[in-house]
Structure formats: C-alpha cells, structure tokens
C-alpha cells in the first residue's frame, strides 16, 4: 500500500470503478494508511468493521476500505451507516516505495 501502488491501480480502474482493501490486522491500523494515500489521490475512501465472529463457520472479524475517485457505488455506500469515511493521519505519513513508517500505525496494546 503506497502511493505509486495506489497511483498504478487507479489508472487502471474503469470509470465508476473503486479499489477495495481487506485491511484486517492485529499488529497494524491500516486505516489510516489507505486514507492518507486517498487523500494523496483526490479520492475518497470509506471503512468497514464487520464485528461479526462465529467459530462455528469459521467466521472472524474483519476489516474492509474502499477507495475511488468518483463512483456511483462508492457514493451508494457512503449512504449505509456501517461504512465510514476513513480516518486521516498526517499527510506526511503517506507510504511510498522508498519510505514507510510503520510504527506510526502500530497497535500498541
């Protein structure tokens, strides 16, 4: 997740199209990444926590971002309250191919 990875995908995308992330993770808050580099992109990103756990099915909680420019289905979940616009950090935290702080995004408990 940096910003020429972020910048590739992007151009690749049809029109109305929007790149989607399963972000879970114990150590790392990768919000926050993907919402810098949304920022960094012009585009708008959103989150999703699915709380949800059955170890009958397998099921754990999970984490999910989605980020695009302009999307008729990104403005459609936007309206669903379980999706929220990602939180930002600092623009000088965006991950790049040369640099990126993870520690500024570890979970430290």
């Not at 993907?34 to 999703?48: D, T």
């Not at 984490?63 to 600092?90: C, F, K, T």
Request: charge should be negative; hydrophobic fraction near 40%.
């Amino acid at each position: 997740m940096t910003q020429e990875a972020i910048a590739l995908y992007m151009s690749k995308l049809a029109t109305g199209g929007m790149l989607a992330f399963h972000i879970s993770n114990r150590s790392l808050k990768l919000d926050t990444v993907l919402a810098n580099l949304a920022k960094q992109n012009n585009s708008m990103g959103l989150s999703f926590a699915d709380g949800e756990y059955d170890p009958v099915r397998g099921k754990d909680p999970s984490e999910w971002a989605v980020i695009a420019h302009d999307s008729p289905a990104l403005d459609r979940l936007a309206q669903n309250p379980r999706w929220r616009v990602l939180p930002g950090g600092y623009e000088s935290d965006v991950w790049t191919d040369d640099f990126s702080n993870v520690l500024r995004v570890f979970r430290w408990y």
